[in-house]
């Protein structure tokens, strides 16, 4: 599901974790985006001919849900994410509630978000 499809959808999630929770999908999105834009900050610094090699999967854990993050690499190899380092298999505690935070900065900017935000969430939002 395309991030846009995943918010527009949103009111449609009946939990906020789990299999057909709407965290995971997003959590799963945004930290694939991340790394990408990470990895394209890299190979522009670098001094040497590199470039994009695709992609491998590993399974996180999240206090959402596991799911499957598509991680970037490098030809040269020498490309490593701060977002998720190698052999890291949880997300933090941190990065998930930011990345709560931007989406629930993002539902409040229009009724219908706001909407779904307060149902999500159960808190009062002005």
Do not use: Y
Not at 18 to 43: N, R, V, W, Y
């Amino acid at each position: 599901m395309t991030r846009a499809g995943t918010i527009k959808n949103a009111a449609h999630f009946l939990d906020l974790s789990g299999k057909d929770g709407i965290l995971t999908p997003l959590i799963k999105q945004l930290t694939e985006a991340a790394m990408s834009a990470e990895l394209e900050e890299h190979l522009a610094g670098e001094g040497k001919p590199n470039r994009k090699h695709g992609h491998t999967s590993k399974t996180m854990k999240s206090l959402a849900d596991s799911f499957e993050l598509q991680t970037t690499r490098d030809r040269a190899g020498t490309f490593e994410s701060q977002i998720v380092k190698k052999h890291q298999t949880q997300l933090t505690d941190e990065l998930e509630r930011k990345i709560i935070a931007l989406f629930i900065l993002r539902w409040r900017s229009c009724p219908e978000g706001l909407g779904i935000a307060t149902r999500l969430t159960g808190w009062g939002w002005e």
